[in-house]
């Protein structure tokens, strides 16, 4: 079992270009979930997705950013005309299950760390 | 095998009280902890984050504490509010790269 893949590992940007991020969960797994890390922060969530749905998108900036999960695929997170701001660790994460309490146990990639110039 | 506990599961307060949130935790072998709130129908909101190698931090009437090798943090709300209600969320990442969450407590905070 690969783990939950995340590619590309680094990228980079320029202004007003855009940046897609993919995630492929962990074999067994439909639940995912996409977080961003800034610079000595913690992780905020972003968005919890199952296939083909999105379930919870209240941690996303209501513009630029949007995410799927289709049936068939990766999950992408996909960033329009970014900003220096968008400068950051995107860490994808899937579970066999619905949530983040309990029994769940949430496995992470290792990260996209998209770097705007 | 990480396992995540919080007690308690349900806590009923009123106005103003000073409370403590306990997370505990059976493998001190952690990367961080992090405090999450989660109000219904919504996803988490990060309160504070703790490094493994950090023994607090502290955010406006919020303080957490980390002990790792007691397996323990506890997360203290002073001066408790009514916007405060919600579930308080610990996480632990350990260094494979999991995170565990625990099961939560749910916190009502009365006017």
């Known amino acids: 079992n690969a783990g939950v893949m995340q590619n590309p590992r680094h990228l980079v940007r320029r202004r007003g270009q855009e940046a897609r991020l993919r995630c492929s969960p962990m074999k067994g797994h439909s639940h995912v979930y996409w977080y961003r890390q800034l610079p000595e922060e913690g992780l905020k969530f972003m968005v919890y997705l199952q296939k083909e749905n999105i379930i919870d998108e209240s941690g996303m900036p209501k513009e630029r950013f949007s995410a799927e999960f289709p049936k068939e695929g990766p999950s992408i997170l996909r960033i329009q005309q970014v900003v220096r701001g968008d400068s950051a660790a995107y860490f994808c994460?899937?579970?066999?299950?619905?949530?983040?309490?309990?029994?769940?146990?949430?496995?992470f990639g290792a990260g996209s760390r998209l770097t705007v110039l | 095998k990480q396992e995540v506990t919080q007690i308690p599961a349900a806590l009923s307060v009123p106005e103003g009280e000073n409370l403590v949130l306990n997370c505990s935790f059976t493998?001190?072998?952690?990367?961080?902890l992090q405090w999450f709130r989660q109000d219904p129908g919504k996803g988490l909101t990060s309160l504070l984050l703790?490094?493994?190698?950090?023994r607090e931090q502290t955010s406006g009437r919020l303080n957490a504490s980390l002990d790792k090798s007691s397996g323990r943090s506890t997360l203290y709300i002073a001066a408790s509010q009514p916007g405060d209600s919600a579930t308080y969320l610990c996480?632990?990442?350990?260094?494979?790269?999991?995170?565990?969450f625990g099961a939560g407590t749910r916190l009502t905070v009365k006017p």
């Open positions: 703790i490094q493994s190698s950090q």
């Open positions: 994460a899937s579970s066999p299950r619905a949530g983040h309490s309990g029994a769940n146990v949430l496995t």
């Open positions: 996480a632990v990442k350990s260094n494979n790269n999991d995170m565990r």
């Open positions: 493998d001190s072998a952690i990367y961080n």
